[in-house]
């Protein structure tokens, strides 16, 4: 009914609206003296100082929590990580030894895929952590460490609640790694850590423009294909936006990276093809708006997400635009991910269709 899903006409809704509430409370108990703390998970300084590299396993969602920590954790700690598709893990015989980190990232902590590739690199000797949204799962029994996201039930199939307290949990274990390996100064982590406590403002804000973005998505409906185009963690954070998309609205939609359109999905952009470009970090702007002008001028029918206020030199080269709050460029990744998530909702919404439970889709995947 209505009532368990917070007034809402759907659960996805509710749990778009809880992030705020749920990322503050996945993230301030793990902060003492404005330092990322890890000791009730006991998690030793001394694992995050001495593995040499990391390797995140995780399936749909979850994976694409991975790729936004492989950012984060190679440009601000500089240990090289490796984001492996749980499902194919076994398949590229799998390099891990007691130098690898493993993180497991998992919603529901019962993927078993997920499961029997954690189990593989634990038996190589690989030391490891999960990230995992349910108390007790088996994801969590099996590894040695647990950082439970605090999202609290997620019921949609689509996941929203659980991916961005994913990523909250990667932003505090970056973070960690920074105090055990002492890569930062102190104001840089003070910071650092203002930032990621700023989120549930900001994703406040975001949630207020939600009519906006409802009118964006409105020129959706009769796409048959929409592309998403953007580099660096502005790609990462399209991946996931995409699978929303065409997870429950059936639209076949496709994450690019800005770069290699010429080499491929530029073909396929003709009038009206509706294209969603993100564009929030400073040090890819021009190369990214010049990639958005070579789409529009082939008729796609470009929707801009871009960070700020500051007015664009180019022409206009979109046909709508959506100004995003401003963050560090390493945080923008949350209040993008609200917007592509509100898109997908009112997609599916005014489509009609049954947004809690698109077709042939399983929340829990325990067949392999
Ligand atoms: C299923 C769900 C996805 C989820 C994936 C991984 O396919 O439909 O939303 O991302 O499994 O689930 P997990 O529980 O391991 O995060």
Redesign the pocket.
């Known amino acids: 009914s209505r009532s368990d899903k917070g007034g809402y006409p759907f659960y996805m809704e509710k749990e778009i609206m809880e992030q705020p509430r749920v990322i503050g409370e996945t993230v301030k108990p793990r902060i003492k003296d404005g330092k990322p703390d890890f000791t009730a998970e006991g998690i030793p300084d001394e694992m995050l100082a001495s593995c040499r590299r990391i390797c995140v396993i ?7 929590a991975g790729l936004v920590g492989k950012s984060l954790i190679q440009s601000l700690i500089g240990i090289h990580v490796d984001v492996v598709m ?1 499902s194919e893990f076994m398949y590229n015989d799998p390099i891990v030894d007691k130098t690898t980190l493993v993180i497991a ?7 078993i895929d ?1 499961l029997e590739a954690l189990k593989f690199a634990r038996k190589c000797g690989s030391p490891s952590i999960s990230i995992v ?2 108390k007790g799962a088996s ?1 969590a029994r099996a590894s040695e460490y647990v950082i439970y996201t605090n999202a609290g039930p997620e019921i949609a ?3 929203t609640k ?2 961005t307290t ?1 990523l909250a949990v990667l932003y505090l274990l970056t973070a960690r790694m920074a105090i055990a390996r002492k890569l930062w100064s102190d104001e840089q982590m003070k910071e650092y850590m203002e930032e990621l406590q700023r989120v549930p403002a900001v994703m406040e804000e975001v949630l207020k423009s939600k009519e906006e973005i409802h009118h964006i998505a409105d020129t959706m409906l009769n796409a048959r294909d929409v592309f998403m185009i953007g580099r660096g963690l502005d790609y990462s954070i399209l991946l996931e936006g995409s ?1 929303k998309l065409k ?1 429950i609205s059936y639209i076949h939609s496709e994450a690019y990276a800005s770069g290699e359109l010429k080499h491929g999905t530029i073909a396929l952009i003709t009038e009206e093809t509706p294209v969603i470009a993100v564009v929030t970090q400073d040090k890819l702007k021009s190369k990214e708006l010049s990639n958005i002008k070579e789409v529009q001028s082939r008729g796609a029918r470009v929707i801009l997400l871009i960070k700020g206020q500051e007015e664009l030199e180019q022409e206009k080269i979109w046909s709508r635009i959506f100004r995003l709050p401003v963050m560090k460029d390493e945080f923008m990744v949350m209040p993008v991910s609200i917007v592509l998530q509100l898109i997908a909702y009112y997609v599916s919404l005014d489509k009609g269709l049954d947004v809690d439970k698109p077709r042939n ?5 325990t067949v392999e």
Do not use: D
Not at 58 to 64: I, L, N, V
Not at 105 to 110: F, K, V, W, Y
């Open positions: 995780a399936c749909g969602t979850a994976m694409h749980a990232i998992s919603q529901s902590g019962e993927t997920t949204n349910v994801i199939v689509a996941s659980a991916y994913q699978l997870e889709l399983a929340k829990v995947v």
